[in-house]
């Protein structure tokens, strides 16, 4: 599927339709480059999965969790060089089964993303965005 996004908020709101489809043991692996809109879209999720939490990017502490019904992961690979480093971040401690998993910058390490994750893209495309996800967010 493929969404436009000409703001922020329609962006949140592609991460809220998203996120309503998602069940413990989802994981969205976030593709995009700098300010693409890959932290709006988790943010437009949480507001689903974990409406008071207050989402930033991870880029500094590598791993957000977010309280909710379900845990919520936020990772950002962008400081990860290698499976070494991911592996000292605690990733694979996380409990994926028994959470929802976002994480952003995954071509830094493909490795690491499960069979079965969706996959999203978020490019820009003149002031706004395209949104292609192999899942849909109807």
């Not at 989802?26 to 890959?38: E, N």
């Not at 499976?83 to 605690?90: A, E, V």
């Not at 976002?102 to 493909?110: D, I, L």
Request: charged share 25%; glycine share 8%.
């Amino acid at each position: 599927m493929v969404l436009y996004s000409d703001s922020t908020q329609a962006t949140e709101d592609a991460g809220a339709r998203l996120a309503k489809k998602l069940a413990p043991g989802s994981f969205v692996a976030l593709y995009g480059d700098l300010g693409a809109g890959k932290t709006a879209f988790v943010r437009g999720a949480a507001t689903v999965l974990c409406p008071d939490a207050a989402v930033c990017s991870p880029t500094y502490a590598i791993i957000n969790s977010y309280g909710g019904s379900i845990p919520v992961y936020h990772l950002d690979l962008y400081r990860i060089d290698d499976d070494d480093d991911l592996y000292s971040t605690g990733y694979y401690d996380l409990p994926l089964k028994d959470s929802i998993v976002f994480c952003e910058w995954c071509e830094k390490c493909p490795d690491a993303v499960p069979d079965g994750a969706i996959r999203v893209t978020i490019s820009r495309q003149g002031d706004g965005r395209r949104i292609e996800t192999d899942d849909t967010c109807d």
